[in-house]
């Protein structure tokens, strides 16, 4: 019997993703976002495919090491780190830091003298899922402040980037991050010689529609052509890195669960799963991530009827959509199988350690269609 729930990733989808994102953006180099989905085979797939890593912290420093990423693959995204971090960054060979504060350019160059630094812009992100609401970066005048800063204090200004926020729908948003980029290299007076698009390459979910790789690729490249000349700097052609995370991961994981109890409270059909926001349902938080759902038991035209999803802690956050409707079969039944589909992003990486008693979500590994699971952590 398979355990419930359960994250089934297929490692082929995450190749076919892999690819397409190389398709779409060949000029970029492809900066995984660890915590998308950091399990190991998951990392070393796209070590030894060639993609580079964006990492947060020594967690993810040591599993992308352990999974074969040479260190100048690896750049520290994170504005937010302790010394601790630079330190263990520095001695295993990383060299390249984003940063969007004074302090951390001033921690940057005491501990990590010489080191690449790219700062990060506070990007527009409206139109995003989970935006970031002015928690990262600065403005153009502000970057180049900083880079003059990190220049002055002996370390590589290199690059300027921006996050237009995750799960972002509209690929103005690009635009408008380059637009700014661009404002950023006038104030500084000289080009940077990369620009970080971040990530945000949006995914199939049941929220709505989401323009695909090749529309926010072509927003990228018109942008960067009417920014190429830079007024009282010249042509201005950085190299490009994205940082894909859900893009990359979240079409190959279906999250499999199990229903454990039907009910009616005050009119609405109440259905509680065997997963929740605590097992890895997090961007269910806000409704703001509503996943495809599908009931194999069930024939696919069978009659359906709305339903308030819920997940099985003792939590009253623990509800999956409330707001949103959401319809699942009538005789849906304790025991019955309910799949998240595009759940391979954000999932696994939230699950926590055991509220309620439950364990973190286990991922299950397939190879190939065909292959048989082999249950991993
Ligand atoms: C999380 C994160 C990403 C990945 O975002 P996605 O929306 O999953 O593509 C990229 N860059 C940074 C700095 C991040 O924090």
Same mark, same amino acid.
């Given at each position: 019997?398979?355990?419930?729930?359960?994250?089934?990733?297929?490692?082929?989808?995450?190749?076919?993703?892999?690819?397409?994102?190389?398709? &779409?953006?060949?000029?970029?180099?492809?900066?995984?976002?660890?915590?998308?989905?950091?399990?190991?085979?998951?990392?070393?797939?796209?070590?030894?495919?060639?993609?580079?890593?964006? %990492?947060?912290?020594? #967690?993810?420093?040591? $599993?992308?090491?352990?999974?074969?990423?040479?260190? &100048?693959?690896?750049?520290?995204?994170?504005? +937010?780190?302790? $010394?601790?971090?630079?330190?263990?960054?520095?001695?295993?060979?990383?060299?390249?830091?984003?940063?969007? $504060?004074?302090?951390? +350019?001033?921690?940057?160059?005491?501990?990590?003298?010489?080191?690449?630094?790219?700062?990060?812009?506070?990007?527009?992100?409206?139109?995003?899922?989970?935006?970031?609401?002015?928690?990262? #970066?600065?403005?153009?005048?502000?970057?180049? &402040?900083?880079?003059?800063?990190?220049?002055?204090?002996?370390?590589?200004?290199? @690059?300027?980037?921006?996050?237009? @926020?995750?799960?972002?729908?509209?690929?103005?948003?690009?635009?408008?991050?380059?637009?700014?980029?661009?404002?950023?290299?006038?104030?500084? #007076?000289?080009?940077?010689?990369?620009?970080?698009? @971040?990530?945000?390459?949006?995914?199939?979910?049941?929220?709505? =529609?989401? =323009?695909?790789?090749?529309?926010?690729?072509?927003?990228?490249?018109?942008?960067?052509?009417?920014?190429?000349?830079?007024?009282?700097?010249?042509?201005?052609? =950085?190299?490009?890195?994205? /940082? =894909?995370?859900?893009?990359?991961?979240?079409?190959?994981?279906?999250?499999?669960?199990?229903? *454990? %109890?039907?009910?009616?409270?005050?009119?609405?059909?109440?259905?509680?799963?065997?997963?929740?926001?605590?097992?890895?349902?997090?961007?269910?938080?806000? /409704?703001?991530?509503?996943?495809?759902?599908?009931?194999?038991?069930?024939?696919?035209?069978? &009659?359906?009827?709305?339903? *308030?999803?819920?997940?099985?802690?003792?939590?009253?956050?623990?509800?999956?959509?409330?707001?949103?409707?959401?319809?699942?079969?009538?005789?849906?039944?304790?025991?019955?199988?309910?799949?998240? %589909? @595009? $759940?391979?992003?954000?999932?696994?990486?939230?699950?926590?350690?055991?509220?309620?008693?439950?364990?973190? %979500?286990?991922?299950?590994?397939?190879?190939?269609?065909?292959?048989?699971? /082999?249950?991993?952590?």
């Amino acid at each position: 019997m398979a355990t419930s729930p359960r994250l089934e990733l297929d490692l082929a989808v995450v190749t076919r993703s892999y690819r397409a994102f190389r398709d &779409a953006l060949p000029d970029a180099e492809p900066a995984y976002a660890v915590k998308a989905n950091p399990h190991p085979d998951v990392l070393a797939l796209l070590a030894a495919a060639g993609a580079s890593a964006d %990492l947060a912290s020594v #967690g993810e420093l040591d $599993a992308c090491l352990r999974a074969g990423f040479p260190p &100048a693959r690896l750049s520290w995204g994170n504005p +937010v780190k302790k $010394a601790a971090d630079v330190r263990a960054a520095v001695a295993a060979g990383v060299h390249r830091f984003t940063t969007d $504060a004074a302090a951390d +350019v001033d921690l940057l160059a005491r501990l990590a003298p010489g080191a690449a630094v790219t700062v990060r812009l506070g990007a527009d992100d409206t139109g995003s899922a989970t935006p970031f609401a002015g928690k990262f #970066g600065v403005t153009p005048d502000e970057a180049a &402040a900083l880079l003059a800063r990190a220049r002055d204090a002996g370390l590589r200004p290199h @690059g300027l980037g921006f996050h237009p @926020g995750s799960q972002q729908t509209d690929p103005d948003a690009w635009r408008r991050g380059i637009a700014a980029a661009a404002r950023a290299v006038e104030r500084f #007076g000289a080009p940077v010689a990369e620009l970080d698009l @971040g990530g945000g390459f949006p995914t199939v979910h049941a929220s709505g =529609p989401v =323009p695909d790789l090749s529309t926010c690729a072509r927003a990228i490249r018109g942008a960067l052509a009417a920014h190429a000349e830079v007024p009282g700097v010249g042509t201005w052609r =950085p190299a490009l890195v994205a /940082e =894909p995370g859900r893009a990359l991961v979240a079409e190959a994981g279906v999250l499999v669960s199990e229903v *454990v %109890l039907v009910t009616a409270r005050a009119g609405r059909r109440w259905v509680y799963l065997d997963v929740g926001r605590y097992q890895g349902l997090a961007e269910t938080e806000g /409704e703001m991530i509503v996943y495809r759902l599908r009931t194999p038991g069930h024939p696919p035209g069978a &009659a359906s009827g709305p339903v *308030v999803l819920a997940g099985p802690t003792c939590d009253g956050d623990d509800v999956l959509y409330r707001d949103t409707e959401v319809r699942l079969p009538l005789d849906l039944a304790p025991g019955d199988v309910v799949e998240f %589909l @595009g $759940a391979g992003a954000y999932t696994s990486s939230y699950a926590s350690v055991g509220f309620n008693g439950l364990p973190p %979500l286990p991922t299950v590994i397939r190879r190939t269609p065909d292959d048989t699971p /082999e249950e991993t952590d």
